[in-house]
């Protein structure tokens, strides 16, 4: 494997990292897209679907855990909300994670094109900035309702092998009611419940490549931990719509690619 992979790699762990930190997003949305179309524009030697997969629920998983300790300590993590969903998409996740080994590259791309697209709808939908600034300790939630979702979509994003974030987040701000800054938060805590079952599925299927996965992590945990930070002195609706931008980005390229 060349310098030049490995250097792509960092910047682009570094890239997914920050996002992260800042949006709740990254390892999926952000990641699988890159990992999957960059390195032929550059000249670098393609990574395969199953590949990039493992590479990007381990670069969630990392970075989450570096953006996390940023959001608890500004008491932006609910734990109700984290415990109600992080545990449904713990066990359905691996489930799905397991269950990938036998579905090929092109129903998985099908599989994430759909979820990216229902994300992307979802955040196109106006919302109310009010509650934004309020802390975890005021957030009231509807539990049936999250545990319903969490069981549902956790079978899906394990298969894919992302944590969730591009529609865990999208649910929270216009489902659940979530403010933008304690759903970002949460869903970086969520994430690891999700992704810790996703990863150990994919690398007991050897879905992960050790190499390629340290050379994202070089970038991708500090910049988690930064991104999370400047996210915290920005404007939730300036957020909202940077994160509205790329999951719609995202969606229409993973489309055009499978159709055309």
Known sequence: MGLQLYLFLILAGALGGFLSGLLGIGGGIIMFPLLLYAPSVLGLPAIGVKNITGLTITQAFFAGMSALVFYRKERLVNRGLVLTLGLALFCSS?????????????????????????????????????????????????????????LGAGFLLGMVGQAGAFITIPLMLYILKIPLRVAVGSTLAIGLFSSTATLIGKVATGQVRFDMAAALL???????????????????????????????????????????
């Open 94 to 150: 691996l489930a799905g994670s397991f269950f990938s080994k036998r579905v090929g590259d092109g129903p998985l791309l099908v599989i994430y094109g759909m979820l990216a697209l229902f994300a992307a709808v979802m955040m196109l939908i106006p919302r109310n900035y009010e509650m934004d600034g309020l802390k975890s300790g005021r957030v009231t939630f509807n539990k049936p309702l999250a545990l319903s979702y969490g």
């Open 218 to 260: 070089v970038g991708a945990i500090p910049m988690a931990y930064a991104g999370g930070a400047i996210g915290n002195k920005t404007s939730t609706k300036f957020l909202k719509w940077l994160l509205a931008a790329i999951i719609c980005a995202a969606a229409v390229k993973i489309w055009a690619d499978i159709l055309f």
